[in-house]
Each structure stands twice: as C-alpha cells, then as structure tokens.
C-alpha cells in the first residue's frame, strides 16, 4: 500500500513540476511579446583581450572579479589591445571590481605603452603593439549602432569566449558536468526512477530491524519506511549542485523526511566504485561470496551523502552499471540492492569494464561529488581475461585511485594462461602493496574489509593517481650558443638528464622533449617521441652542441609552436630553459605569452645569463622559478632544488 503511495506522491510532484514548466513557458513567450526589441549587450570574460575582438566599437558587459593581477593590462589611458579589456576599464576607473557595462573603442597602435598603478591595478609597459583601445562608460552614442554580438578573430564558438590562451589548460568536459541549467525534466525524471527502483525491494525481514528509532511494525508498514528511508535520502541527495533544489516543492519533500538517515561517516568522504566479476568461470557459489564482502563493506561503511557513497559495476563481456552513487545513499538500502545483484556471466574483461568506469561511472549525473576523491575497487577472480595496464593508466590520469583486490590468483601451472603477467602491479600506481590486495582464498575474503576500507578511507594517502612525477609534458629548451663550449654542453645535458631521470616516463605519465637554440633553433625530440626512461637519457646524451648566437625569445616561441602544441590537456606544461647569457631579442613577450598558455616556465641561468631576464622568463613568483648559478660546474647543485620547486607547486594545487 505504501508503495502505491509513495508511486502516486511521485506523480502528483511530476504533474505539479509539468505545470510549473508549462507556466513558465508560457510566461516567457508573454514577455517576448510585450517588450520591444532592445540592444542586447553582449558579455565577455574578464581575460578577453581586445585584440581577440574584431568590431572597432562596441558596447560590453564586464563580469565582477576583473581586478585580478592574472588579467594583464598593458598601458595607461591608451591600452595595447593585447590587454584584458575589463582589466583595462578598472585600471582606467570606469569600471570598479564589481563590473558592469563599458564602452570600448579602438585606436592606432603606439610606439610605447606605459605601466601604471590605478584603481587597484597594476599595468605593465610594452615597447610597441600593432593596436591600441580606449575604454569610457558604457553609455551607447546617439546615432551610433552598437552590436549585439561580437565577432572574435578566431573561428571559435561563442561558447570559447575566453580567448585562445586559456584553452590550453582547460580540462576536457566531462558528460554531465557542463553548466547546463537543469531542467524540469531532469528533475521529474529523476524523481520517478527513484520512485520506481524504490517501489522494488521486497520487505526485508532482516532489514532495519537494528534501527532503533521506532518500534516494532507490522511488516507492511515496515516495508513503507523502508521506502521512506530511501526517499528521503535521495532527498537530501538533492544538495548535490546539479540539482536545483528552487524547482522541487519543498513541501513534498520535507513531509517524506520522517525518518532520520545518517549523512554518512564524514570521516570517510570518498566516491566509490566497485567493480565486480560477474564471469562464469567464478560461479555460483564465489559469487555469492563476492557479494557478501559487498554487503559487508556497505555495512562497514556508513554511507550517506556527508560521507563515503557507493557505486557497483559487474563485468563479464561487457561491464555495465548496476547502480551509481546516487541511486541508494545509505547502507541499507545498498546492502538490499546488493543482494539483487545477478551474475552476468563471460568473460573476465576487467580492462574493458575499467575504460568503462572511467568514460561513465564518475560524471555528475551519476553522483560523483567532486569534492570527495574518486575510488576504484576491481576484484578479480584468479586474472583477467584482457589486459588492464593502459586502461588502469588512463584511470589515474582521469583522477580515479584505482585499488586491485585479486582472488585466488594464477598458480605455477596457470601463469602461462594469464594474458598479462603481473597484471595488478601494473594496473595500480605503485607497486608498494597499498593499491593491491592478494588473498588466497575465496573464503577468507571477509577479512579484507577492514584493511580495504583502512586504506580507500585514508584519503590524504589517495594521491596517487596524480602525482608530480607522472603527470607532466616537460620541455626543456637549451641553449646552444658559443659561449656555452663543448665541456660545459655535456654538463648542461647532464642536468637535464638529472631532472629527466626523477620522473616516471611513459606514452601515458611524463613525457619529455627538448629544444636546441642558438639564432635558430631545432627540436631535438618532441613529447612523443620517446617513451621509455632508457630512450630519453639516450636521446638526451645524442643531443649535438651547436654553437652559434642567443635569441632566447625566438627559442620560447619555438618551444611553444613544436613542443607544448603537442601537450595534452591533462598534463602539466612545464617547460625548462636553460641559458649562458643575455638574449640578443625580446624575451618579454614570447614568456608572456608562454604564461598565458598555462605553461609553467622555469629559467635557469649560469654564468652570464643575466637575472633580470631569468624573471621575465620565469612564471610568477620568480624567485620560485627561476635559478642563477655562477659556473656551470655547479648546476648539479640545483636539481634538487628544481625537482622541490616543481614538486612543491604540483602539491599545493588543488586536486580531485
Ligand atoms: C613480475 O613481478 C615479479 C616480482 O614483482 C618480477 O620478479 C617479475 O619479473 C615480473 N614479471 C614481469 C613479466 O614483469
Ligand atoms: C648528474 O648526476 C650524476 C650522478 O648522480 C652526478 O655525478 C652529476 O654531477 C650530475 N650532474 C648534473 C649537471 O646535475
């Protein structure tokens, strides 16, 4: 009876959701047709440069926050349209950090531009620049048409506003997680799949029976707040930023709210996978016990959305998802679902079922929470059936801390069967024994739970799927000048070998590349040429003096076009530039427009290089990134220091 209810109540909030939409709809087409057409102003973002924008003249709305240092401003009054516009307009006092609507008009490029500190900015000087702009309130001329849209100079969709610079660095988006509003649908939609995977479990006799919060109920009223419970927990799941809780009667909700559910163990934060071997060589009787270490880790686990949720893959064939993390949010219900489970059967393709986790089992729809570290558990019976290395790489590197929990392994006689010997360490970041477990049996499974859940809950410890050593495009740039002589060359390969060798090299971890530059400059081998530790110090040793000038600025150019275009957009960009002395050209703007990249640049200069260059070069803070050294016989001393420096930033950013 209580599930009739509970089915009717989804109903009703359906319907009412259904109407609200319908008057929302209609209420949009009656304002289109009162108000009269109006010009539209269009927005941009704070780091859009002028230069980026083509129209001569236009009206713009600034967002808030454009004060920041980060949005660089070139000049005093007359602006190089290399500039942030909404920098420039706070720098000039007609827009204050709040932001709002500015006047934007462009001008001949000027010999100079000067740097000024006003309003809260500081602007740089530049030599020269091909354009200029002028920035005034944002009040439309008489007589003068304004567009609506602006035209940008590079073929890109209004949705790349941001400019080429910031692209580089952005992360892939990932299914779910674009900024899309949500929509009634969604809402309704969610709300009648909970109802009805709710309105599925049987009365439980065991179920709730250890609650202490009401007495003993008839069976069927039992059954109608086991069905309470977890709507009410998908109800508080509803914080979660993609839904918008403005849309859900609050009513509805806070009347289903009867029973308190536990938020979780906060203690224990983490996103949590499980993938299963459904194979059939397992059989009946493993499964079985495979689920009942499920069950017990649910149990162990005080699941709830302040702390750790729950997710369950079963592989065979082909994986596929038995719930997500959103779809039960406390242990009991988890435990019910977990009993359900049935065994898919085939293969035992854990490869495949971790590419799929990875492409689908982590996005927002699915509950991931972002602020809680996202966890793999694969349990394999004896070894898989196709391999699990890049699959498992490719895992970290999507921020997944993958954990192997291996059963019954190949004995003597059957590693020759096994499709990828020493599967498990390889498929895990460290070989150090945290990520994996090894147990002989199928029947001493149960004594797992507690170590497994000692480590996955050790989240300070699940740094691993990043980590500063395997996650970098490290590009060096060297220079090749004749000052440098052939003994010092080998000294300055050496470094770069020093650094090269700290990292974990491969196609899918840190890659390296290198440059060479004198007036010209070569690639000596780019990010994908080599991906074996052996293979870079190799092709670093073969690396040729070349003797010649020391345009140190072309050289960052260079670096830029040959090596970090090739970057992948989940790898730090950091590049290494090693000279002996002052570059005959400009190094202030090839660096800028390093930095504007995301690449993390670091200047290392012995000798003669002089300092003050070393940090324009340098990434800021300089004294972070940038190194002198007065003979070339003491660089060795300052590998150590360089690793640190790059370590240290690495460790400081925010992670998964
Ligand atoms: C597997 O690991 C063992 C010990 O960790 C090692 O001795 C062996 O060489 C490895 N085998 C392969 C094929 O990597
Ligand atoms: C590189 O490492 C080797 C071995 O540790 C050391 O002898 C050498 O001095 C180092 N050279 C440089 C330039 O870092």
Not at 24 to 43: A, C, E, L
Not at 558 to 563: G, H
Request: glycine fraction near 8%; charge should be positive; charged fraction near 20%.
């Amino acid at each position: 009876m209580g599930i009739v209810v509970l089915t009717m109540k989804a109903s009703v909030i359906e319907m009412f959701l259904v109407l609200l939409a319908t008057g929302i709809d209609s209420n949009k087409d009656m304002n289109k047709k009162i108000k009269r057409p109006k010009f539209t102003v269009p927005q941009i973002n704070c780091d859009v440069k002028a230069g980026k924008i083509i129209n001569p003249e236009f009206v713009v709305k600034c967002p808030a926050g454009c004060q920041d240092p980060k949005y660089h401003v070139y000049g005093t009054d007359i602006y190089a349209s290399y500039s942030s516009v909404c920098g420039a307009a706070v720098h000039s006092g007609v827009l204050d950090n709040s932001g709002g609507k500015i006047l934007v008009r462009k001008v001949a490029g000027q010999s100079g531009y000067k740097g000024s500190y006003s309003n809260g900015v500081q602007s740089l000087s530049l030599p020269r620049w091909r354009e200029s702009f002028v920035v005034s309130e944002g009040k439309p001329q008489k007589g003068v048409t304004y567009p609506s849209a602006l035209t940008y100079s590079s073929a890109k969709s209004p949705a790349a506003k941001t400019g080429e610079a910031t692209t580089a660095y952005q992360k892939p988006p990932v299914p779910g997680t674009t900024a899309q509003p949500v929509t009634l649908m969604q809402v309704t939609g969610a709300t009648t799949t909970e109802a009805t995977a709710t309105s599925l479990p049987k009365p439980s006799p065991s179920a709730g029976s250890t609650t202490s919060s009401l007495g003993p109920q008839p069976v069927g009223h039992r059954s109608w707040e086991l069905d309470l419970g977890s709507t009410s927990s998908y109800a508080s799941g509803h914080h979660s930023p993609r839904a918008n809780p403005g849309f859900v009667p609050k009513e509805e909700l806070s009347t289903q709210s009867l029973e308190p559910v536990s938020q979780g163990d906060p203690n224990c934060k983490v996103d949590l996978s499980f993938l299963i071997d459904g194979s059939s060589s397992i059989g009946k009787r493993r499964f079985r016990i495979q689920k009942q270490f499920l069950a017990d880790v649910a149990q162990a686990l005080d699941i709830g959305p302040g702390g750790p949720l729950m997710g369950v893959v079963q592989y065979g064939d082909n994986p596929a998802a038995q719930f997500n993390l959103r779809t039960h949010m406390n242990s009991r219900d988890l435990k019910t679902a977990i009993e359900k489970i049935t065994q898919r059967g085939g293969l035992s393709n854990a490869g495949r079922a971790i590419s799929y986790m990875t492409k689908n089992f982590f996005s927002k729809a699915n509950g991931n929470r972002g602020a809680a570290p996202n966890v793999a558990v694969v349990i394999v019976d004896g070894w898989p059936t196709d391999k699990v290395e890049e699959a498992s790489r490719f895992a970290r590197e999507s921020g997944i801390n993958i954990f192997f929990i291996t059963v019954e392994g190949a004995t003597e006689n059957e590693k020759q069967y096994v499709t990828e010997p020493n599967f498990s360490n390889k498929a895990v970041c460290r070989t150090n024994g945290f990520y994996s477990l090894n147990v002989q049996s199928w029947f001493s499974l149960h004594k797992t739970v507690q170590p497994l859940l000692k480590r996955i809950c050790d989240t300070d410890r699940l740094a691993c799927s990043k980590t500063c050593w395997n996650s970098a495009d490290i590009g060096f740039v060297i220079d090749g000048s004749s000052s440098v002589g052939t003994g010092n060359f080998r000294t300055v390969l050496q470094f770069v070998a020093n650094i090269s060798k700290e990292f974990e090299i491969s196609e899918t971890d840190t890659r390296i590349g290198a440059v060479q530059y004198t007036y010209e400059q070569r690639l000596e081998f780019g990010f994908e040429d080599h991906s074996t530790k052996a293979d870079i110090l190799n092709a670093i040793k073969r690396v040729g003096y070349w003797s010649g000038g020391t345009s140190t600025g072309a050289a960052i150019n260079y670096a830029l076009e040959q090596l970090f275009k090739k970057s992948k957009p989940n790898k730090r960009k950091l590049m290494i530039l090693i000279t002996d002395g002052r570059s005959y050209d400009d190094v202030r703007i090839p660096a800028m427009v390093a930095h504007h990249k995301g690449v993390i640049t670091y200047a290392i200069g012995v000798a003669w290089a002089a300092q003050d260059e070393l940090e324009v070069i340098a990434t800021h803070p300089a004294n972070h990134h940038s190194f002198f050294v007065d003979e070339f016989d003491n660089l060795h001393k300052f590998v150590p220091k360089v690793i640190q420096n790059i370590c240290t930033e690495f460790n400081s950013q925010p992670r998964n």
